[in-house]
């Protein structure tokens, strides 16, 4: 029961640090900021943008999208199936020890 308390917290600390936004600065730690003066000149453009013959973005293939959804819907169920396993490998494992101990 210790082993879970603290596998427990340990998850819950990590999920914390790692969900965590980042510490702001606060003025009292802050170095003294200065005024800086700032121009800003604008060009502007004195001859006209030439018309788009092609329309922006890529041009994709039905094909190669097909293919790709298909590769990884074939992944996905790899994935899925190894995890299923793992689950399986665990609950009988997790058996097997029980009745081992009721035994003793």
Do not use: C, Y
């Not at 013959?53 to 999208?65: A, C, H, W, Y």
């Amino acid at each position: 029961m210790a082993k879970l308390r603290g596998l427990v917290l340990a998850g819950v600390l990590g999920a914390v640090l790692f969900t965590a936004s980042p510490a702001l600065a606060s003025p009292a730690f802050a170095p003294a900021a200065r005024p800086v003066a700032v121009t800003v000149t604008v060009a502007h453009a004195s001859a006209p943008a030439p018309a788009q013959t092609q329309p922006p973005g890529p041009v994709l293939d039905p094909s190669q999208t097909d293919k790709a959804n298909s590769e990884k819907t074939k992944n996905k169920l790899i994935a899925g199936l190894v995890a299923v396993v793992l689950l399986a490998i665990v609950i009988w494992g997790r058996r097997v020890r029980s009745k081992k101990a009721k035994k003793s």
